[in-house]
């Protein structure tokens, strides 16, 4: 089982404004200059940005030299409106905002009255100019309509540039934290990374993975290469932001069921090639997310204030995996090695320990058989209980040759 909760608002704002030692800023800021139709810059000018999702707005002012900051913007969508005695209110619309932007968006205002506005609506610019880091976002949408092999987020990480995948897994489910730590970003070594989970480290001491958010708590995904902020640290690779969502004014479910059977499914490839017959498997993932303001009738209405969040993903997974061993053939339980090869297709010589020679070689069994009464008795009992090959196996030396279905029971 997978549970996230989550509580934001307009007091969690006011929290985060004082920094935390043991954190980085994973939200946006938004910075400009503020000028008149003759481009002196224009102090004191009242500076809003308003949240659209939550109406939660933060509010900032140019200083002398007209330049301001809005800190601490959660991802989303925002409007921004600058006002200033003697010219006309400016709005801008249709500013969209990711994880850890730094949007830049200057105002030039034009004289008039306050009560008459002038109103921008064009997108912004995906260019950004406050930062050198180099990086890739995975929106929500991506994360809502891609479809994961085991709804595991980071998977959707290995499409972005410079991310390497590194090992062979058939599953990355939220359980797999091998598989969801084992990549390689900026051709840094894998486990080399920071994740940080809504600013907070999310990797243990050996750099693997700690916690995997569920799919529908995860606002958006960021995946950056280089060129980062002081501020970040304990990487030798990349580093990889998971920013989950805060809710909203408005009330907000859903419910899933993720299906996988063995009668919609093929049989294992491995397991085919040893002629094994499909076995049972059944992957069944579901769960159900809630979010909407904080209300307690008569007592707290939380609407453009306060905001809750509650994720819920449960997981039953019956799997037969696949496996492969290598056992010895029949004739070689019996001391006949007449057809042990090395890997090349060479003979293998198997040589008699009492024939010792002056210069410290020894005599080579005969036809690479050796004689029944050298079998050693209780080896030849144990060998009774070793299943015999039931594949060829690979190259001349008969390695893996016996595949096998390895099934076992997951849930959470």
Do not use: C
């Not at 704002?13 to 000028?35: D, H, M, W």
């Not at 050198?132 to 499409?159: C, D, H, Y």
């Not at 707290?300 to 056992?327: C, I, Q």
Request: glycine share 10%.
């Amino acid at each position: 089982m997978r549970l996230a909760f989550r509580i934001s608002g307009a007091l969690a704002l006011l929290a985060a404004a004082v920094p935390a030692a043991y954190s980085q800023e994973v939200r946006a800021s938004i910075t400009g200059l503020v000028t008149d139709p003759s481009g002196a810059p224009v102090a004191a000018a009242n500076v809003r940005v308003t949240n659209l999702a939550s109406n939660v707005a933060v509010a900032a002012a140019s200083n002398e030299t007209g330049n301001y900051v809005t800190p601490f913007l959660p991802p989303g969508r925002y409007e921004l409106t600058v006002e200033a005695g003697g010219f006309k209110k400016f709005l801008r619309q249709n500013i969209v905002l990711e994880s850890q932007d730094k949007a830049r968006v200057d105002v030039q205002l034009e004289v008039g009255e306050l009560t008459q506005s002038v109103t921008v609506n064009e997108s912004m610019s995906l260019l950004q100019t406050e930062t050198a880091n180099r990086s890739q976002i995975i929106s929500n949408e991506l994360i809502r309509e891609v479809p994961t092999q085991g709804r595991n987020p980071f998977q959707i990480a290995w499409v972005a540039p410079g991310v390497v995948k590194s090992g062979s897994w058939r599953y990355l489910r939220s359980l797999d934290i091998g598989g969801t730590s084992g990549i390689s970003i900026n051709g840094g070594r894998e486990k080399q990374n920071e994740v940080l989970l809504d600013g907070i480290s999310d990797v243990q001491a050996d750099r693997t993975v700690m916690s995997v958010p569920t799919m529908d708590s995860v606002q958006e995904f960021k995946v950056q290469t280089n060129t980062y902020d002081a501020q970040y640290g304990r990487t030798g690779g990349g580093i990889i932001t998971i920013v989950t969502k805060g809710g909203g004014n408005a009330f907000h479910g859903t419910a899933f069921e993720y299906l996988q059977a063995d009668n919609l499914n093929a049989n294992q490839w491995e397991l085919n090639r040893g002629n094994i017959k499909r076995p049972g498997m059944a992957i069944n993932t579901f769960g159900a997310q809630a979010s909407g303001p904080v209300l307690i009738p008569k007592v707290f209405n939380g609407k453009n204030r306060l905001f809750w969040m509650l994720s819920y993903e449960g997981l039953r997974h019956r799997t037969a995996d696949p496996d492969v061993k290598t056992f010895p053939l029949m004739e070689w339980r019996g001391g006949d090695f007449s057809t042990l090869l090395n890997a090349q297709g060479q003979r293998v010589a198997i040589y008699d320990p009492l024939t010792v020679r002056p210069d410290g070689t020894r005599q080579p069994f005969a036809g690479n058989v050796l004689p029944a009464n050298r079998l050693n008795p209780v080896a030849l009992n144990a060998m009774k209980y070793y299943p015999a090959p039931s594949a060829p196996g690979d190259g001349p030396a008969h390695v893996n040759n016996f595949p096998y279905p390895s099934i076992w029971f997951a849930g959470m």
